[in-house]
């Protein structure tokens, strides 16, 4: 994905190994969908390492010098290139767990709204006699 218009994937490593059959899929995508996928992308660095005895992988560099590894083995052509697309669409952040459902600067006054206040109404009424009957239009 482009920041402020500029991709974030600088280099993409194609690892392979030309003897095993867990790297069957990517031969075939470095034969017949990476060229195009070079002239599609012509930002991008895009190289292949052979190493053997290995399962391949694909490796992107992004600018903030972060790097994110997929493993590819024994997928088809098709998929490896959705693994490429997804790479090259990332931003290259790491994935962090929000505390809350939503961010803000300018949180509400009223406060959240909570389970709680409905579950202590009921108590409030069981223990007063009274019933809880929700209201239906």
Known sequence: MALRGVWQLQKLVVSYCDWGGSS????????????TFK??????????????????????????RNERV???KNLTPEDILLHATRLRNALGRKVVKLKTRHVTNHPSVQGSS???TSIKRKTNLKQRG???EKKTN
């Not at 069957?24 to 060229?35: D, H, K, N, V, Y």
């Not at 002239?39 to 903030?64: D, W």
């Open 24 to 35: 069957r899929g990517i031969r075939a995508f470095m034969e017949s969908q990476l060229p």
């Open 39 to 64: 002239e599609k992308n012509p930002q991008l660095e895009v190289v292949t390492e052979l190493i053997r005895g290995q399962h391949p992988h694909l490796k992107g560099f992004y600018k903030n």
């Open 114 to 116: 909570k389970e709680e």
């Open 70 to 72: 997929i493993c590819v």
């Open 130 to 132: 009274e019933t809880y």
